[in-house]
């Protein structure tokens, strides 16, 4: 009996799992319309904010504000010691050419106090997609199961054949210890397809009410 019988759909099931969890439209419902909602559900002040304990005070609670709104915490909020380390933590890398934390005060001083609330607020988008990325892969693939690794590495390369040259020549076996640059590689190049695919649409549409325009000017 063929391979693909013997198997069935389950030959390609972690790859087609993986896809489908990651589609951008499905991170986009789960995970960043309920840190965006966090974001514009907290009112920064215009004013410049001057005194460093208020600016301490207040990026503390933004930190704690957002993760107990995406996250639906109503019984508990994260401590004050850790809701600030991960925001000092976050503007220091952030602004790291700037001279780090330091420069995020400047900016509070100078009335840029929101400036400072969009830097955590995507840092800590970013790091949910990376956590939520990280689970879907490595939930579904063991991290030493070499076989599983190779299978993953075949499953990308047969949908791949015919469309990048030569790569139906490749040993999936070569490549078992990449696997999860083989997966980056695709779901990248899965994204930028459905972007082309998607652009020349719009553009359809938009030259089509452009002409409808043109003819009702007539």
Do not use: C
């Not at 082309?196 to 452009?210: C, I, L, S, T």
Request: glycine fraction near 8%; hydrophobic fraction near 35%; charge should be negative.
């Amino acid at each position: 009996m063929p391979e693909h019988d013997a198997h069935g759909q389950g030959e390609h099931q972690v790859l087609d799992d993986i896809v489908r969890e990651l589609d951008p439209i499905e991170t986009g419902k789960s995970v960043n319309l309920p840190h965006n909602k966090a974001r514009e559900s907290w009112d920064t002040p215009d004013e410049p904010v001057t005194d460093y304990n208020a600016f301490v005070q207040h990026i503390t609670r933004y930190v704690q504000h957002h993760q107990k709104s995406v996250y639906k915490s109503q019984d508990a909020t994260i401590p004050d010691a850790t809701a600030f380390g991960e925001a000092m933590a976050i503007l220091g890398q952030a602004l790291k050419d700037q001279g780090g934390f330091k420069h995020a005060f400047k900016l509070a001083k100078e009335g840029r106090l929101a400036e400072v609330v969009d830097i955590l607020a995507t840092a800590l988008r970013e790091q949910a997609l990376e956590q939520h990325k990280g689970y879907v892969i490595n939930s579904k693939i063991d991290q030493g199961d070499t076989e599983a690794h190779t299978k993953l590495v075949k499953d990308i390369f047969g949908r791949l054949t015919g469309v990048i040259p030569g790569v139906e020549l490749k040993d999936p076996m070569m490549f078992s210890d990449k696997y999860l640059g083989v997966l980056d590689g695709y779901l990248n190049n899965m994204r930028l397809i459905r972007d082309v695919y998607a652009r020349p649409a719009a553009n359809h549409d938009h030259e089509q009410q452009g002409g409808h325009a043109a003819h009702g000017g007539h």
